[in-house]
């Protein structure tokens, strides 16, 4: 079969690429008018042993704080104690570094291996280093600011050389700016592969301008009203305090808390058990906590009526933003709302930090409205190099839109049922015996 003049040319600029040997990528840096592109050379080589990784932290995270853009999820903490705990094992490192002409770390596509399936319907996919079974947002390539978008196109470039090891480019949580989906998307163009990209998740955010005071003005005067009303209660009956552990002595106690409250918390309206209440989960967070602490990466917040931690928030912090990761409150002080008065708690402790952002991270859950209207989305991209590949992403994409479908008709359905007179008092016994349908994670308080 006749390749396309685009394939041919990906093929000509990129070499087979080893471990032994890195591989040369030019990239166009933007001409001024009139001038020729001028030409950047960047060794690009592959880090598939977890010695060598562990080694990277520092050069990693030093990238991370000049990068075109920054996650907290990006740190080396969090990819090293995921990989640590999760990845090793059942999956094979495969992170690219890119140097400039000084040997200077300028680039890294953190991603690993694993195979799905089996026989001939196994497939080799690279996914985002850190991921799964948890779940991190705006993810990227991670690269120098300074000439970003040519760093990247050598990065993918580099991924090209190794289509043979590879069946599929599965990401998820692509920040919305992300410069390596499009270039992804060129590299799927220019050699003939499928390659979607789809919004994926919602992340409420607020944007920390101004004072808190200001700040709280511009929530509804209902709910303004009901954070200061839930906050004099709570002081009126208990002898209240916030404990924010950042140390790496601090935050293994008050991790453990967390656990205990979350696990609370969602337990309060289902039998069922959220996936983060599992220990190898627990395992993972207790490692990257540890050395995200070390970092001044870690908020955890406790709330204290009379000595007992009664809600918590974990929170990560990274470029000037908090991460909301994880709430949890003790169900015995729903009433009184522990976990708005502490959410308040914490976001006012973004303004005395002087933070430009507090991010709610994944989910629509209609407490997060309650303090802003502003939402952004994360990028699913997927890329099939093989056959194998693409009839595994078309079935995956068929079972999505059959599940959208689904969960829209039952939507019109409960609301049907709900408007009967007697809907209310069935959904709800329905819901008993059956131990919660499908149940969606509890509100915050």
């Not at 520092?58 to 990068?67: G, H």
């Not at 919602?202 to 005071?213: E, K, Q, W």
């Not at 906590?289 to 070390?294: D, N, Q, R």
Request: aromatic residues 8%.
């Amino acid at each position: 079969m006749t390749e396309s003049s685009g394939q041919q040319q990906l093929l000509r600029n990129t070499p087979l690429f080893r471990e032994d040997l890195p591989f040369t990528a030019r990239s166009a840096a933007a001409p001024a008018a009139g001038a020729p592109p001028a030409r950047t050379a960047y060794a690009v080589s592959r880090c598939g042993n977890t010695s060598q990784f562990e080694a990277l932290g520092a050069e990693w995270n030093a990238l991370l704080e000049r990068a075109h853009h920054q996650s907290v999820f990006l740190k080396h903490q969090w990819m090293s104690a995921w990989w640590e705990r999760i990845g090793a094992g059942s999956r094979d490192l495969f992170v690219l570094l890119a140097r400039d002409g000084h040997g200077r770390l300028v680039g890294i596509l953190p991603l690993c291996r694993q195979t799905h399936g089996r026989g001939l319907f196994a497939r080799r996919a690279l996914h985002f280093l850190g991921s799964w079974p948890e779940a991190p947002e705006h993810l990227d390539a991670i690269v120098d600011a300074t000439g970003a978008a040519g760093i990247v196109e050598a990065l993918v470039a580099a991924l090209g050389g190794m289509r043979g090891e590879f069946d599929a480019i599965e990401l998820l949580d692509l920040t919305e700016k992300s410069l390596l989906q499009p270039a992804l998307a060129r590299l799927a163009a220019a050699a003939g592969y499928a390659c979607r990209t789809r919004a994926w998740q919602v992340c409420p955010y607020i944007g920390l301008a101004g004072t808190y005071d200001k700040y709280l003005m511009t929530l509804t005067q209902k709910h303004r009203y009901k954070v200061r009303l839930f906050g004099k209660r709570l002081a009126a009956a208990h002898k209240v305090e916030m404990e924010v552990a950042t140390e790496p002595a601090q935050v293994g106690a008050a991790l453990e808390e967390m656990f205990r409250l979350h696990a609370m918390r969602w337990t309060l309206k289902t039998d069922d058990v959220s996936g983060f209440d599992d220990p190898a989960v627990h395992a993972f967070h207790r490692l990257a906590a540890e050395k995200l602490a070390a970092d001044g990466a870690i908020r955890i917040f406790l709330l204290r009526c009379d000595g007992k931690a009664v809600a918590a928030c974990y929170c990560l912090v990274q470029g000037g933003r908090m991460y909301f990761f994880q709430p949890g409150f003790d169900p015995e002080f729903r009433k009184l709302h522990v976990g708005k008065v502490l959410l308040g708690r914490v976001i006012e402790r973004c303004y005395e930090e002087r933070l430009v952002e507090f991010d709610f991270l994944r989910g629509t859950e209609d407490y997060k409205f309650d303090w802003t209207e502003r939402t952004r989305p994360t990028l699913a991209c997927d890329v099939a190099l093989t056959a194998r590949a693409r009839v595994a992403h078309a079935l995956a994409e068929a079972q999505r839109q059959g599940h959208a479908r689904w969960m829209e008709h039952r939507g019109r359905l409960v609301a049907r049922v709900k408007a009967h007179p007697t809907g209310a008092k069935l959904l709800a016994a329905l819901k008993k015996r059956r131990g919660g349908m499908a149940a969606p994670e509890p509100a915050e308080d």
